[in-house]
T-cell receptor, first 114, second 109 residues
Framework: NAGVTQTPKFRVLKTGQSMTLLCAQD?????MYWYRQDPGMGLRLIHY???????AKGEVPDGYNVSRLKKQNFLLGLESAAPSQTSVYFC?????????????FGPGTRLTVT | DAKTTQPNSMESNEEEPVHLPCNHS???????IHWYRQLPSQGPEYVIH???SNVNNRMASLAIAEDRKSSTLILHRATLRDAAVYYC??????????FGKGTRLHILP
């Protein structure tokens, strides 16, 4: 099992550019999450999904869109990147029943917006 | 807002036990207490979780107060590799999983 993988690992964008971050999991998990982590801070939930075709807003959803067309993939999109979106992005997944099962995290994507 | 309160940072000597506290005074009866840790430049990883009783696994022990308003993660013999940020999280019926700022644990050789 590869677990949770994220693509790309690093990216530099210019203000106003768009991009999509891909998260993939091979554990057949229903629930998937996108977090961002700014320097010296904890993780903040951006969006999450409780199953294929469903998405919901987290704590800091503005400026991001997500899609879950396939159960194993969860995409995070930035339509018009801003310097405030410079951060490390983590994807996570967990089993069908949201709790108490543990979350599995990917290695992160480091995004810089100039 | 995060529903847990943790110290910003702690220090411990190598090969000594570490007790990481967490307060969760508004915990509900169905909330599980989870602990994760994040090593430098990595994603968080699961450590342990519990509901009412104390729990042990190969990584750590979790001591839960009788009123469940606080808990303590215990690393029995800290090593340099245990230097990380430790997050205490409550997980209940809500699908959202919210992290706070955690406790940064420094291990002194």
């Amino acid at each position: 099992n590869a677990g949770v993988t994220q693509t790309p690992k690093f990216r530099v964008l210019k203000t106003g550019q768009s991009m999509t971050l891909l998260c993939a999991q091979d554990m057949n998990h229903e629930y998937m999450y996108w977090y961002r982590q700014d320097p010296g801070m904890g993780l903040r939930l951006i969006h999450y999904s409780v199953g294929e075709g469903t998405t919901a807003k987290g704590e800091v959803p503005d400026g991001y869109n997500v899609s879950r067309l396939k159960k194993q993939n969860f995409l995070l999109g930035l339509e018009s990147a801003a310097p405030s979106q410079t951060s490390v992005y983590f994807c996570a997944s967990t089993e069908a029943q949201a709790y108490p099962y543990e979350q599995y995290f990917g290695p992160g994507t480091r995004l810089t917006v100039t | 807002d995060a529903k847990t309160t943790q110290p910003n940072s702690m220090e411990s000597n190598e090969e000594e036990p570490v007790h990481l506290p967490c307060n969760h005074s508004t915990i509900s009866g169905t909330d599980y207490i989870h602990w994760y840790r994040q090593l430098p430049s990595q994603g968080p990883e699961y450590v342990i979780h519990g509901l009412t009783s104390n729990v042990n696994n190969r990584m750590a022990s979790l001591a839960i107060a009788e009123d469940r308003k606080s808990s303590t993660l215990i690393l029995h013999r800290a090593t340099l590799r245990d230097a990380a940020v430790y997050y205490c999280i409550l997980r209940g019926g809500d699908d959202k999983i919210i992290f706070g700022k955690g406790t940064r644990l420094h291990i002194l050789p």
